[in-house]
Nanobody, 123 residues
Framework: VQLQASGGGLVQAGGSLKLSCAAS????????MGWFRQAPGEEREFVAA???????YYADSVKGRFTISRDNVKNTGYLQMNSLKPEDTTVYYC??????????????????WGQGTQVTVSS
């Protein structure tokens, strides 16, 4: 499975961005899709995930501001980010795989990763 993340950019605090993750080469609809973010020198941090059935999971830091979704016809996942804060600034990665529910927030549970897209929120 190949993943292509896009949609990052520069936005002012309080603004919005929508990230996309296009999948190819596999059966996307059977996989969980997750979004993680990683700052230089830090561990990859869970942001949100959506199971193959549409069940969603969020990190406390983004709950109520970010919305994860997927379109299994287009083989694409999305992360709508609203009310962005400067602390949301970093590189965002999409991953896909078949993690068990208890491990859905762990990056090592995802077998495939996109290349990352930079999100910068100015104050």
């Amino acid at each position: 499975v190949q993943l292509q993340a896009s949609g990052g950019g520069l936005v002012q605090a309080g603004g919005s961005l929508k990230l996309s993750c296009a999948a190819s080469g596999g059966t996307f609809r059977q996989y969980t899709m997750g979004w993680f973010r990683q700052a230089p020198g830090e561990e990859r941090e869970f942001v949100a995930a959506i199971s193959w059935s549409g069940y969603t999971y969020y990190a406390d830091s983004v709950k109520g501001r970010f919305t994860i979704s997927r379109d299994n016809v287009k083989n694409t996942g999305y992360l709508q980010m609203n009310s962005l804060k400067p602390e949301d600034t970093t590189v965002y990665y999409c991953g896909t795989g078949r993690p068990i529910t208890s491990a859905i927030r762990r990056g090592e549970s995802y077998a495939y990763w996109g290349q990352g897209t930079q999100v910068t929120v100015s104050s």
